[in-house]
């Protein structure tokens, strides 16, 4: 928590422990006495957005060209990116409306589990005549343009769009293409103003009993989705962002199913009350005392991540370039009107007897890992630890594994203190705390972090007198043949490494 | 007595038709979806919440899975949202009701279902397995 804290001051943006009251208020559009002058401001926006000439940055397809590029989904970084992306826009919809008080609606789709109406009328609709209306149309418009802006990419942001897969802009027009979103067919919403309201899978998604469950968790990475390497790699889906989010843009159907979803308005509205689920959460956890972001080694690299195609409302480059700037609403200044969901905030209960989560990492005295070759770590872990371990509380190991293209028939047998050099550690052995296996997919070739519970191993090394309070811990893991699932024909002998290990009650 | 007769008739019914109707549902299940019977991972800690993490391959557009539990009520949608994610792979977490457990098991019910087409079970690419996890979480007043 401490190292978090210290982070977030040290970008440009205010932290949010502490904040002044907000100059902008993001109010729920469906609210009574919602100002019809927001989305008065909003449609002079989108209108004067859709007349700039495609090769400024602030047009309206440009802008929805940036989420193409460069949108983190399934991943850590989907909250903080997308508030990067609304808040700059944000400041080019106040600009640009000259309405100094424009602050961006929110959608409550668990109170109102439809299209709102407004959304069905003027440019606040993409059907109206002021859009393109067709792929044709829309390549003619924006294919110089955006070939332009490609050869202005300096070396970062070509090295940040490989990663996402894309070597030139025609890669970005293929995806584009196969993925036609223009009418017709398929329409710019499958819901209409006839028949605005979410099928039964979707009012599933955003009832309250599922928006309760995706801001019960008391950690960043399982409330904002799983960890991956870098912010183009899909790696997992927590609640918030597999069910409520993905379930409406598929629902509203359209524009809406694909990266270039910003070019209809309610995308912003849809992400503006995202948004105010991670401030909901976030002061949830600011009440309980738990961490806001990624806790210990983790944060760093949270925080250093790129983003490097956010531009200003006047088109420029911005200075804030990473995921950490935006790890506060910070200068951009807004607040929310309350929504579903933050009765998590005024009911939040603090755990009897609960300790705040702590992380401590350890360090590793062999890396190699093949069959017959395990590897190991050291942490030393104070002995409040383990004695709250030894009486039931929670206890965690992090262990990092690089792993080879294929570990097909391979897992991994996770031991504490197991004595040394000793062979044929089996799970019925007192050491034995977990089993690690690479699930699903069985193509990686990057570091994956596993948290493993070991405090039912602590216990019992505890009851039996083999924990010292003045030694570190040892997680030895020991690769082994999968029971039942062979090697695949061709495989390549199985060999990897262990990445970190760090023990802690996370 | 004469009362009591009839109150057991009564609940021999009852059962006759629930049987016929748990008969439907299964049969209905095997066609429709895809059961999995899960073990729960461990007994669980406090506060912890069930979820289930389901692996999922490339998924067609307008295609999406259903979870559901053992009483057909929907537990999550795994609706992949854009070009890339609809190639996969990537893991979802669904919300599992602490209802849903029974004994030391968890039954989910997973269907695919698809425009203009009739919902059925998924195949092995496209959901690849599902593990049950817990996630520490925090405590409220009204839980």
New interface residues.
Partial sequence: MAAATVAVSASPFRSVLGQAPAKYLRRNISAPGFPAQVLKSYGNAISAMLKLPPSDPRNWYRNAFIHTLDCPHGNWWFPVWHRGYLGWFERACRDLSADPNFALPFWDWTAQPRVPRQLFQGVLNPADPAYVSSYNAFFAQLSDPMSALWKSFSADQLKVLSLRGYTSMSDVWTQVQNDPMFCPPPPVRVLTSAHPGFDAPTKKAVSLDTIQKALAPKDYVSFGSDMAPFHSKSAGFGILEGQPHNNVHNCVGGLMEDMLSPIDPIFFMHHSNIDRLWDVWTRKQQKLNLPTLPAGADLQSWTSEPFLFFHDEKGNPVSQTTAGDYAAIGQFDYSYQSGSGEDVVTTATPQPNAAPAQSFQGGLTSRALALGTPAQGQVSVPESVLQAAAQGSAVFARVTIQSPPSVHGVSFNVFVNPPDGASGLTPESPYYAATIEFFGAHHHNEPSTFTVPISDALKTLAAKHMLKPNEPLRIVVVPETTPGLAPRVGQAPFASSLGGVSVGTF | MRHLRKTKLHSVRWIVLALLIGCCVNSWASSRSQAYNLPLP?TT?T?E?L?A?V???PLK?DL?I?VRIRNGE?A??????????RQ????????IPASAAQGDDVLLLVEV?QKGAETRPPTAQEV??I?LAY????????K
């Fill in positions: 461990r800690g506060p919440e979820v993490r692996s999922v391959g557009r999406r259903i929907i999550g949608t795994i609706s992949p949202y854009g070009a890339q994610a996969g792979p990537a893991v979802y977490t669904i919300p279902e690849q397995g593990k996630v520490p979480v925090t405590q409220s007043e009204t």
